[in-house]
């Protein structure tokens, strides 16, 4: 059998660069086999020793179980001790990750947007041109960490019809009492967005 | 530069649709020639894939940004890393015209 599959893991800021060099070595290391650090354990180390998160909230911004994230985050240091005593080279790269960039929201018409360059600095509201906007926090910690299954509801895309999600069946496999037809999910509207 | 707003009708009285990848319409607005070209999305249908389906779609005629009332997870990923800007817009309310309006600040 396969094995399950992994989440995709949220990174926010790939690595500036691409690796690490060792330099100095007594004798040629040319020909060592660099150590392959994944982006989502480069993202690990950022967020736990550079943002200073804890495990819990980290594994809340990568979008992974907090034991998981406890995983990635203890392979990435068994990795980095590897290369810093072995003198090998590390190559930042690979993984089952997304990238996802910062999101705002605008005071002034009431929306949301994201920055997709990094580089530059959001100067104004791309809809309205308004300044009055501010750094919207995609997770908020304070809130449940899971989504509360009652939040879901299926719908039939033909007639409007609702019924309560039922837990373990996906909604495309309900079909609608009254058109017959598959249905799609719902969500409600304080339903948190991701 | 140029926006994809998606739109529950034709016309620019039509509201703003509030799902991106099986919206109704999209409305591509050119900011300098303020040009509005109105296509139909063929992806409103489809059972699977219809989200990477519609970002293929706008992406070909070169939008820098979408105005949507939400964007899914797959969509998401794709569009950061073709450098599209989203922006969500939560009042389904909203007329494509006084979007344009807004766009035009």
């Known amino acids: 059998m396969s094995p399950r599959l992994k989440v995709l893991r949220k990174v926010l800021n790939p690595p500036v660069i691409k690796g690490f060099k060792p330099y100095g070595a007594e004798k040629s290391l040319q020909d060592s086999i660099p150590v392959n650090l994944l982006y989502e354990e480069y993202e690990a180390m950022r967020l736990s020793d550079y943002d200073m998160l804890n495990h819990l909230q980290a594994s809340v911004v990568m979008g992974v179980s907090r034991p998981t994230f406890t995983r990635i985050y203890a392979s990435a240091l068994q990795k980095i001790a590897k290369a810093f005593v072995e003198g090998r080279q590390i190559l930042i790269e690979g993984g089952k990750v997304y990238f996802d960039s910062d999101w705002y929201s605008c005071r002034a018409c009431n929306c949301y947007f994201n920055n997709p360059e990094k580089e530059k600095p959001i100067e104004k509201c791309p809809l309205c041109g308004s300044n009055q906007f501010d750094k919207f926090d995609t997770v908020d910690f304070n809130n449940e960490i899971h989504d509360n299954p009652s939040d879901v509801q299926c719908v039939c895309p033909e007639c409007g019809f609702e019924q309560e999600h039922q837990i373990g069946v996906p909604c495309k496999k309900e079909v609608c009492p009254k058109c017959g037809k598959g249905m799609m999910r719902k969500e409600k509207k304080n339903c948190k967005r991701n | ?105």
């Open chain 2, 1 to 105: 530069m140029r926006i994809a707003i998606t739109s529950t009708g034709n016309t620019l009285e039509s509201t703003i649709d509030q799902r991106f990848g099986r919206c109704a319409y999209f409305v591509i607005y050119d900011t300098e020639s303020k040009a509005v070209e109105i296509i139909p999305n063929p992806n409103k249908v489809v059972e699977e894939g219809a989200g990477p389906a519609s970002v293929n779609l706008v992406a070909a005629r070169n939008v820098n940004k979408i105005v949507s009332g939400e964007f899914g997870i797959k969509i998401k990923s794709m569009l950061d890393s073709l450098k599209i800007q989203m922006i969500i817009m939560k009042e389904p309310e909203k007329k494509i015209n006084e979007i344009i309006e807004m766009l035009n600040h």
